[in-house]
């Protein structure tokens, strides 16, 4: 508590120059401020170990054992095959359910180049939010969490160093958020949650739209409810957004699915099924409603993303939470494997790097949220 309370002085001080700087350079306000487009450093995958190894080194040190454990396939990488056999360009960095974890977001672009932090005060303050992520974990205290003041400031201080240090980078490879990120167990300050997704976003960086990122999916979930089990909605965020702000940056930043030609990478959150030559997106859970995409075998792979993000999922009213089609269904499915594309999803079941043509990154590993992530290609 001591150390944490010492590195908010800190930081305090660290952000008030920032500021100053910012201001005095003519620069955007905390909340909408952009990097330079002009300064923007491309760093390619050969570069990326380079430039994230030292802030992720010391972000590790930081960390007690256990927290070390939970989040080593972000801070150490795993590379993995993808169907793809001849010009495949750069390989992608993909990151499985976030779970609502501010700390998990940024650790996340740390590692795949896409933010830079070069002071260690900053660096520690990030892995005390980590630290306590972990904790929680430990504990089941998600409610206290989420509605924690201590957390929701640090948050607080880390987004607006961020911004006001124009630390986000364009890169050369794609970097792939597989969803839950928004309204979900490890929500606390989603305010601060929108401006890094929306920095992000301008960067290139793709977020594909989970089942906790919706407005009206989250109230499917408990959003608005007094039940303990909304807390999986992030119903205890200690700041919340508006529904206008939150269908808002649902439109802007978050796509269905994404779909790049040259690696052959398709990402999905729930994975996706097959029924009667139609491709099954999303359901009831009950086998009796389904969003779906009929004659999709006729389809190339662009055009068959394209209407697949031409999809409304939060008018459906589904509750797509209940939508887990197995690894084992998506292996067979045709269209897919014969085009030579691997399937990336999150959602169910346990994480899974093991198969070149479905890719699984669940953050559970056994029911603990333990996050998932990979670096899919050649």
């Not at 495949?88 to 996340?108: E, H, K, Q, T």
């Not at 994404?258 to 097959?274: A, C, L, M, Q, R």
Request: proline share 2%; glycine share 6%.
């Amino acid at each position: 508590m001591k150390k944490s309370k010492t590195l908010m002085v800190i930081l305090t001080t660290i952000l008030a120059a920032s500021v100053l700087t910012a201001c005095n350079s003519g620069g955007a306000s905390l909340a909408t401020a952009k990097t330079n487009s002009n300064a923007i450093k491309k760093f390619g995958p050969e570069e990326v170990d380079k430039f994230s190894k030292t802030q992720l080194e010391f972000i590790e040190n930081q960390l007690t054992p256990g927290a070390k454990d939970y989040f080593k396939n972000i801070l150490h990488l795993q590379k993995a095959a993808t169907l793809c056999k001849e010009n495949c360009g750069n390989p992608a960095f993909i990151y499985g359910d976030m779970d609502g974890s501010f700390g998990r977001v940024v650790l996340s672009a740390i590692s795949a180049g896409a933010i830079t932090i070069n002071h260690k005060d900053v660096l520690s303050l990030l892995a005390i939010l980590l630290e306590n992520e972990y904790k929680t974990v430990q504990s089941g205290k998600l409610a206290e969490f989420q509605n924690s003041e201590q957390y929701a400031k640090q948050i607080e201080m880390l987004i607006q160093y961020l911004v006001s240090n124009k630390s986000f980078i364009k890169t050369n490879h794609d970097t792939i958020f597989i969803g839950d990120i928004v309204w979900d167990r490890f929500s606390c300050n989603i305010p601060a949650m929108k401006t890094l997704l929306e920095n992000l976003h301008a960067q290139n960086v793709v977020f594909i739209l989970g089942n906790h990122d919706g407005y009206d999916e989250a109230k499917l979930l408990g959003l608005g409810s007094k039940s303990n089990s909304s807390v999986q909605a992030g119903n205890f965020a200690k700041y919340k957004i508006s529904e206008f702000e939150a269908k808002h940056l649902e439109q802007k930043v978050f796509q269905n699915a994404y779909y790049n030609p040259i690696n052959k990478i398709f990402t999905i959150h729930t994975g996706v099924s097959e029924y009667n030559n139609a491709l099954l997106l999303g359901g009831d859970g009950k086998n009796t409603k389904y969003v779906t995409i009929n004659n999709y075998n006729d389809f190339s792979p662009e055009n068959l993303v394209s209407k697949i993000n031409n999809i409304n999922f939060s008018s459906q009213n589904l509750g797509f939470t209940s939508f887990r089609p197995s690894d084992n269904t998506m292996q067979k499915l045709s269209y897919f494997r014969n085009k030579d594309i691997t399937i990336v999803h999150g959602h169910n079941a346990d994480m899974n790097i093991n198969d070149p043509s479905v890719v699984n990154l669940n953050a559970r590993n056994g029911g603990d949220f333990k996050p998932a992530a990979v670096v899919l290609g050649k």
